[in-house]
């Protein structure tokens, strides 16, 4: 099991058994993702396409509301000979027992990020 797996494995019991997560179209991670299962598969794909070089170089900034949270962060990533760099904006939705139940991903430019993550 990678480290990236182990870590998601440790981190499950934050989702909602409802969680969605949305990662706007466009590249071959893109989609929505349903479940647990989905979500933490996809996160692994990530991982493993990125050879586990998903870097968050600076948190940007963070708002906090009463079930949701908006956080921008600059990252980079490295897979397959490409290095994608650039801002994401992750809008997070907490139900009453404060368990994940949404995840939406937008990205500062979305072509580079189809064209990291084409392959």
């Known amino acids: 099991m990678s ?3 182990s870590q998601l ?13 949305t990662v706007p179209a466009g590249n071959a991670l893109s989609g929505v993702f349903r479940g647990p299962a989905e979500v ?13 070089t998903y870097d968050v170089l600076k948190f940007a900034d963070w708002m906090v509301g009463e079930s949701h949270v908006a956080m ?3 990252a980079q990533l490295q897979g ?3 290095i994608y760099r650039g801002h994401q904006l992750f809008l997070v939705t907490f139900d009453e ?3 994940l139940t949404r995840i939406e991903v937008f990205f500062e ?11």
């Open 3 to 5: 480290l990236a797996a």
């Open 9 to 21: 494995e440790e981190a499950a019991h934050l989702l909602s058994p409802n969680i969605t997560y």
């Open 40 to 52: 933490k598969r996809h996160l692994i794909e990530l991982f493993e396409f990125s050879h586990e």
């Open 72 to 74: 921008l962060q600059d």
């Open 80 to 82: 397959n000979g490409k």
């Open 97 to 99: 027992n404060d368990a």
């Open 109 to 119: 430019n979305q072509e580079a990020a189809n064209r990291f993550f084409s392959g």
